[in-house]
């Protein structure tokens, strides 16, 4: 009895609970913001998602703050707060009583289709709006004044709308310094061609970080007007990218802009004058573009105090100077953090220096330049050496190591005599993070040095249009994340190495226009290619060229193939195979051929701590290749 009456008091209260969760929200919703959704609804066509269908259909339904898309304030008024309609495929017209909605904060109307109709003026009645996003909806015309009304705006987005050219543009900027809280400005793809004092207006707003007028036809600015003393110095983000800008932009910029950690100028026209040296006191920069602007001069040795510049890009302008001044100079305090480096298509000259300093590169692209001597041997060496050497503390057998790239250790067979110590160092100074080179078209001479196939993380290497000789490295089958290789147009003689078909990821080879001979080597990948990868080798013989290999080339040709094909073989075997069983078969597939194989001295290695040790090495690897893991 009395255990009936406490499960029935159990019971009252659990459905107290639930009637009072139940009925909180349906205070929500006010009449009259429901109203006004409704006539969004009704003057808006063709969803594609469900979103707006969920909008009111019936009784139960009636809570608007429930709806999809839509936010209701967190207090007890029931007002709608949030409107996050983007990417809905909406088309048709927004109903004048959007302006109900006197509450809203945010209105999110991006990439859908108005249809190249005029931003609706009543826009401006919404006067509480703290974020608008119209980008990417297809609207057009003129943009309307009204926006001055927007007090509280600090996100302001009508980029890429009008796809039609000239069809979204602004007559003037008078409502934009209205905006006094505006922190980020996006009106990229906006015809702003008429606005002389564009400039102007954006200097008056003292809180904007994010400025982004990409290819707005920007007229190039007028700094007698424009006080520079007041130039903002809270702007972290800038792209003017693609304007009629001309170098007066430099002025402003070199005003306290010492915040700015991005900056994209490119596809300006700054005629003839050189890079500033002002650029050099934005201690904060970590990205700067000044992509085909028509600039010329050196580097301005003040970009020795940029110490968190992770990307410089001056490609296709008419720089000139010596490569090393350009290296010395990036090397006094970005040589940690320089992750990307373009100078193509200019007019430097010198020949290439030591860049092992620079501990992060992963793009060097220096193409179409007038630069000579040999490729020094120390490219082998662009590598982040002490994280590997934390990584890996204990002592693994090179196997190991090389398991997490499995082809990588068949081409190691060589050094399998050596002992655990000159392995380990080997692999070490071996982990690339390099992953595109192009030195094309310039006038190197020399060899390719053999160490450039210890950048195994390499992805693009271009370095045709030179003068290089001798013979493509034996172990180019080392770079086995290659996707890209273009060795044409040189003098390099020999046979293409066996190894080269080891590259599973090629998708791109050019070998054409040298003076390499033989039998091109049997594998998917290198018939998979037209002979025009290969034309202008006049000795080069088989398929996938029409031109068969004489049999005395044929005899001792194959005789060299089949024995290293028989010596690797059995390893080589174990591992594809294993490769396709899985990883269970795979690690015995592995371990079977190496501990029946003497000539490997791995196999006293304590089989259960390889075991563990692999896994460990494979998870690290895995982890390293995340991005934003560090
Ligand atoms: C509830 O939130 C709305 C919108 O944020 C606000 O205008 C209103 O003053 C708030 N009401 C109370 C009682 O806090
Ligand atoms: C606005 O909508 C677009 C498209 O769905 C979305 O990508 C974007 O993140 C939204 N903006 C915000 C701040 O949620
Ligand atoms: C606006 O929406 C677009 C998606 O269309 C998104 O890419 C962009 O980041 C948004 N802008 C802002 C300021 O959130
Ligand atoms: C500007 O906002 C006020 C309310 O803050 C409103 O009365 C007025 O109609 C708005 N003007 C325009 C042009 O939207
Ligand atoms: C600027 O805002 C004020 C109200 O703060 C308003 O009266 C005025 O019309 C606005 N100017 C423009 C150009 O929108
Ligand atoms: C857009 O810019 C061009 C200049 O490139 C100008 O001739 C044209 O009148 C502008 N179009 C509109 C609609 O403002
Ligand atoms: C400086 O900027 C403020 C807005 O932050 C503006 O009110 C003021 O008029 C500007 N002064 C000059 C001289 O341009
Ligand atoms: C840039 O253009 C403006 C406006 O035409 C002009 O006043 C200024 O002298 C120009 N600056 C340079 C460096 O040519
Ligand atoms: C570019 O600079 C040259 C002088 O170096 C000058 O003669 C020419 O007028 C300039 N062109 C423009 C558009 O400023
Ligand atoms: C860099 O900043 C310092 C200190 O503010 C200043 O003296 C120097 O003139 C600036 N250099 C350039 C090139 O603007
Ligand atoms: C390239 O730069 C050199 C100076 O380093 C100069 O003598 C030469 O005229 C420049 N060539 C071109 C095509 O600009
Ligand atoms: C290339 O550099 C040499 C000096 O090393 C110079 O004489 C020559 O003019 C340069 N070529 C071009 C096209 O600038």
């Not at 269908?53 to 207090?75: F, H, I, M, P």
Request: charged share 15%; with cysteine.
């Amino acid at each position: 009895m009395v255990e009936a009456r406490c499960c029935f008091k159990l019971l009252y209260a659990i459905l107290v609970v639930v009637l009072l969760h139940m009925s909180s929200p349906c205070i929500g919703c006010s009449e009259r913001d429901r109203q006004a959704l409704l006539a969004l609804k009704q003057g808006l066509v063709g969803d594609d998602g469900d979103r707006l269908l969920s909008w009111g259909r019936e009784a139960q339904n009636k809570n608007c703050c429930q709806w999809e898309g839509v936010y209701c304030s967190s207090n007890q008024t029931g007002h709608v707060v949030k409107l996050d309609l983007g990417d809905q495929s909406l088309q048709g017209k927004i109903s004048p009583k959007l302006v109900h909605l006197q509450h809203l904060e945010y209105l999110n109307l991006s990439f859908n289709n108005f249809g190249w109709s005029k931003i609706p003026d009543f826009i401006g009645s919404l006067s509480n709006l703290i974020y608008l996003n119209l980008s990417r909806a297809n609207f057009g015309g003129q943009i309307p004044n009204q926006l001055g009304n927007l007090t509280h705006l600090q996100y302001l987005d009508l980029s890429f709308n009008g796809y039609q050219e000239n069809s979204f543009h602004a007559k003037n900027l008078n409502w934009l310094p209205n905006l006094s809280g505006l922190k980020h400005l996006d009106l990229s793809y906006t015809n702003l061609s008429d606005i002389v004092g564009w400039l102007e207006a954006v200097n008056m707003l003292p809180k904007l970080t994010n400025l982004i007028l990409w290819r707005c036809k920007l007229p190039p600015p007028i700094i007698s007007s424009v006080s520079l003393m007041n130039s903002s110095n809270s702007l972290v983000h800038v792209d003017l990218g693609l304007n009629n800008l001309n170098s007066s932009i430099f002025q402003w910029l070199s005003g306290t802009h010492t915040n700015l950690v991005y900056l994209d100028l490119s596809y300006n026209n700054f005629n003839g004058s050189s890079i500033p040296a002002s650029f050099g006191n934005m201690s904060s920069l970590a990205h700067l573009s000044l992509y085909d602007s028509q600039l010329e001069g050196g580097i301005p040795n003040s970009f020795a105090k940029l110490c968190r510049l992770r990307e410089l890009d001056l490609g296709v302008n008419s720089l000139s100077g010596q490569l090393s001044d350009f290296v010395e100079t990036l090397s006094k305090c970005a040589q940690k953090t320089l992750e990307s480096l373009d100078i193509s298509f200019n007019n430097i000259s010198g020949s290439l220096p030591d860049l092992t300093n620079f501990l992060s590169l992963k793009h060097l692209l220096l193409q179409d330049n007038n630069l000579s001597g040999r490729i020094p041997k120390s490219i082998g060496q662009m590598s982040k050496l002490e994280t590997i050497e934390r990584k890996f503390k204990s002592n693994y057998p090179t196997f190991i190591y090389g398991s997490a790239r499995i082809s990588y250790t068949l081409d190691y067979e060589e050094e399998a005599s050596l002992t655990w110590k000159g392995v380990r160092s080997k692999y070490k100074s071996t982990l690339g993070l390099v992953k595109s080179i192009d030195l094309s078209s310039n006038k190197l001479t020399g060899e390719i040095p053999s160490e450039i196939t210890n950048l195994v993380g390499l992805v693009s290497l271009n370095l045709s249009r030179n003068q290089l000789t001798g013979q493509i490295p034996p172990r180019i089958g080392m770079l086995q994340e290659l996707d890209s290789l273009d060795l044409s147009r040189n003098q390099i003689n020999g046979r293409i190495p066996n190894s080269l078909s080891r590259i599973d990821r090629i998708s791109y080879l050019d070998l054409s226009e040298n003076n390499l001979s033989g039998k091109i080597p049997i594998g998917t990948q290198l018939q998979s290619f037209g002979p025009s990868s290969y034309g202008g080798n006049p000795l080069l013989c088989g398929l996938p060229l029409l031109r068969t290999c004489a049999e005395e080339e044929k005899g001792p040709g194959q005789t060299v193939l089949v024995n290293q094909d028989n010596k690797d073989g059995l390893i080589s075997q174990g591992f594809y195979i294993s490769l396709g069983l899985g990883f269970a078969v795979g690690f015995w597939g592995v371990f079977g051929t190496l501990l029946f194989n003497r000539s490997y001295r791995y196999t006293y290695f304590n089989f259960w701590t390889c075991f563990t040790d692999w896994l460990y090495v494979k998870a690290e690897i895995i982890r390293q290749r995340m991005p934003n893991t560090r």
